[in-house]
């Protein structure tokens, strides 16, 4: 498979990864995207030749320069002792340790390359250890301390990592020269990587000045810095393009010029953009670890002289080591810093601790790492146990996923959704500014977007007129899919199983309204035998669909889909009467969906009147979305009609109306952001994050008018 071949074929699969997350929301992405990897090893003999220095300068270099971007700047640099001891020390401790320890398991693998790989395995993958230390409910002091540390071990592990390989394949260590050669590359690499960035900096702040300010120039120039900054360290002053990169990151986060505040959209685009870079090489990384599980698996189930079970337990005693040096090192800074300060510190707590530990979740740094192993020692002979090496790795860090997974619920009593490098967008304020956002916020992010939605629906209500129904309803029915996806998305199952089963109640009542119109008007004989029984047909399916969702649905995912109940069946049948324009049952079946629709409002209302539902006290905002299912329905039938009658109003002028309406519902969408925080219920900075969905919405209409 050539590189071009390879390329789409990757790129492909990891966007079908993520639309299976979508579904399988209990496993990691990365772990659906490994089994993705394995699928197409195993089915399709897919293979990806690597290469040590492409792979590093591809992968590794954006990854790292990214975090560093978003390094945190407040609450974290209040840390930084604990950090620093964390990030380095604690590294430095797992790769020893872990290093002595996987040579004990596995004396045929060199000490160095034990090392190697214990030092590779140390780094946390930082987006997982902050989404799951927030969900596990972690103290602040712990929580800053391992997000913190997770963004800075890479840099550590991998000039670890970087020492032994490099021991290994030539079979020559010095101590006084290893520590000597640390310190240069480490204190050159970031002294070079922090110059470099500020003289970009400077260049892109001189540009500015100068009226270049092209948003597609200045994205690019950003996407390729790592590149640049890994290249010219690594290459030319042989110091550490990993630690580079990072500093770069870090002084990037430091000193944005100051013009870009005047250029909101070269932010939105860079931020996008690099959000599709990580998203693509994040998930890349995953797959190419399933296409090599099988040649890693292979090499070491035939070699003789390596059992594979054995390796397998091998696998599960270096995850444990490695979880007990993290969780043990936790203990002692909790406990040395509770002694130190008893009345505003947290007490020692074993599940704490073991929450920390489980938190170190392995990710794209540690297998982007292992992959770069070399074949073949400076000797030319064949690197030994490589293969295991790379199925030690694989398996810890799936390991690491799945025990996150398993275990997390149990000492939390909570499900934690796992995320890693790429999964999702990342937030463009720090971590910091995140945390002051959800202290300072009586509502939540969710909370806060449904309570908008709502309001932009309300002021859609009151816009509402004769001549603009359609499109009233059209958009309401946009906004209320907004509010469903969010609801399934934030809230906990068990808040959204009473609205569920108040929904699926009113919708079985409302069809069996339908169906007693449909019945009366076939004994009234208004409607010929050949329609009725298909509208009865389609209407019997929908009342058993109804009837089966409870026991089909067992995830609040699903929960999006129920709003399509009532209308999916029937906007089938328009497109196929569309078709049939002319047909002679065509006025009939109008005729038919417009009558069915007003007996299943009239159905709801005469329940709802009655003291058994008064005292049910139903949710109202469940009653108004199916009812506006209903209404919109009709509205599309009218149109139809006034189609067919010639009487139909111009696609600009619905267009047209559609664009006021939208921007009128924004405009309520902002005032009440403002109100919520003027009120208190949000703070500033969630506010901003809010004004930004309205931003987006608003740039994308004045974009449609400008292509018009």
């Known amino acids: 498979m050539n590189i071009l071949e390879a390329v789409i074929m990757l790129v492909s699969v990891v966007l079908i990864s993520n639309v299976i997350s979508h579904y399988l929301t209990f496993l990691p992405v990365s772990l659906i995207q490994i089994m993705l990897g394995l699928l197409l090893a195993l089915a399709f003999k897919v293979t990806i030749p690597l290469r040590t220095d492409w792979f590093m300068l591809l992968f590794i270099a954006p990854l790292l320069f990214n975090d560093g971007r978003h390094f945190p700047k407040r609450e974290l640099w209040a840390l930084r002792g604990p950090i620093i001891m964390n990030a380095i020390f604690l590294v430095f401790v797992t790769m020893f340790v872990g290093g002595w320890f996987i040579h004990f398991l596995v004396p045929d693998l060199p000490l160095a390359a034990s090392i190697a790989l214990a030092a590779i395995i140390s780094p946390t993958d930082p987006v997982a250890v902050q989404s799951i230390s927030e969900q596990a409910k ?212 074993l599940s704490v601790v073991l929450l920390s530990g489980l938190s170190g979740v392995r990710g794209a740094i540690t297998m982007a790492g292992v992959l770069s192993v070399p074949y073949t020692l400076a000797s030319g002979a064949a690197f030994p146990e490589r293969a295991l090496m790379l199925f030690i790795a694989a398996g810890v860090i799936i390991l690491s996923l799945l025990m996150a997974v398993v275990f997390i619920p149990l000492l939390t009593r909570s499900h934690v959704s796992i995320t890693t490098r790429g999964t999702e967008p990342a937030v463009d304020s720090d971590m910091d500014t995140a945390a002051v956002a959800t202290a300072d916020s009586k509502m939540s992010e969710s909370e806060a977007r449904i309570y908008t939605l709502r309001l932009a629906i309300n002021r859609l209500e009151s816009e509402r007129r004769p001549e603009n129904q359609r499109v009233v309803y059209d958009l309401i029915t946009e906004y209320q899919e907004m509010v469903r996806r969010l609801q ?106 417009k009558e069915t629709a007003k007996g299943g409002i009239k159905a709801l209302s005469t329940y709802l009147k009655q003291p058994a539902a008064k005292a049910a006290h139903y949710n109202r905002q469940v009653i108004y979305q199916i009812i506006v299912s209903y209404r919109n329905r009709i509205e599309q039938l009218k149109h139809l009609h006034r189609e067919q009658t010639g009487q139909h109003s111009r696609r600009a002028d619905y267009d047209r109306t559609m664009r006021g309406l939208r921007f009128k519902a924004l405009a309520a969408e902002r005032s009440g952001i403002q109100n919520m925080v003027e009120q208190g219920y949000i703070s500033w900075a969630l506010a901003a994050k809010l004004r930004q969905y309205v931003n987006y919405s608003e740039n994308a209409l004045l974009l449609g008018e400008d292509v018009e």
């Open 488 to 593: 399934a998305a934030y809230q906990p199952e068990e808040q959204l199983a009473p609205f569920l089963d108040e929904e699926l109640t009113l919708r079985r009542i409302a069809l069996q309204g339908e169906k007693d119109v449909l019945d009366q008007l076939w004994q009234d004989g208004k409607i010929q035998e050949r329609s009725y029984q298909q509208f009865q047909k389609h209407l019997t399916q929908r009342l058993q669909m109804v009837a089966n969702l409870p026991h089909k649905l067992q995830r609040p995912n699903f929960f999006t889909r129920i709003h399509r109940v009532g209308t999916w069946f029937s906007h089938v049948r328009l497109k196929l009467v569309r078709v049939r324009f002319n047909g002679p049952y065509y006025n009939e079946r109008l005729f038919i969906e």
């Open 138 to 349: 972690l103290p602040s002091n712990v929580l800053h301390l391992v997000s913190g540390e997770s963004l800075i071990n890479d840099a550590s592990g991998l000039i670890g990592f970087k020492y032994g390989i490099a021991a290994a394949v030539t079979g020559a260590f010095s101590w006084q020269q290893a520590a000597g050669d640390f310190f240069y590359i480490s204190i050159v690499g970031a002294l070079m990587g922090m110059l470099l960035m500020a003289l970009i900096q400077a260049i892109r702040t001189f540009m500015l000045q100068q009226g270049i300010n092209d948003v597609v120039l200045h994205t690019v120039l950003q996407i390729v810095t790592p590149f640049i900054v890994y290249l010219v360290v690594e290459e030319l002053l042989h110091a550490s393009g990993v630690i580079a990169v990072v500093s770069a990151g870090i002084v990037y986060n430091f000193s944005q010029p100051a013009l870009l505040d005047y250029l909101p959209e070269l932010k939105i685009v860079t931020e996008r953009t690099w959000d599709i870079a990580v998203y693509l090489l994040n998930g890349i990384v995953f797959l190419i670890l399933g296409i090599e599980l099988p040649l890693a698996m292979t090499q070491t189930i035939r070699n003789p002289s390596d059992n594979t079970w054995v390796a397998i337990g091998d696998i599960i005693l270096v995850w444990l080591v490695i979880f007990l040096i993290r969780v043990l090192w936790t203990l002692a800074n909790v406990t040395i810093k509770w002694l130190k300060d008893k009345e505003n510190q947290h007490r020692p707590n």
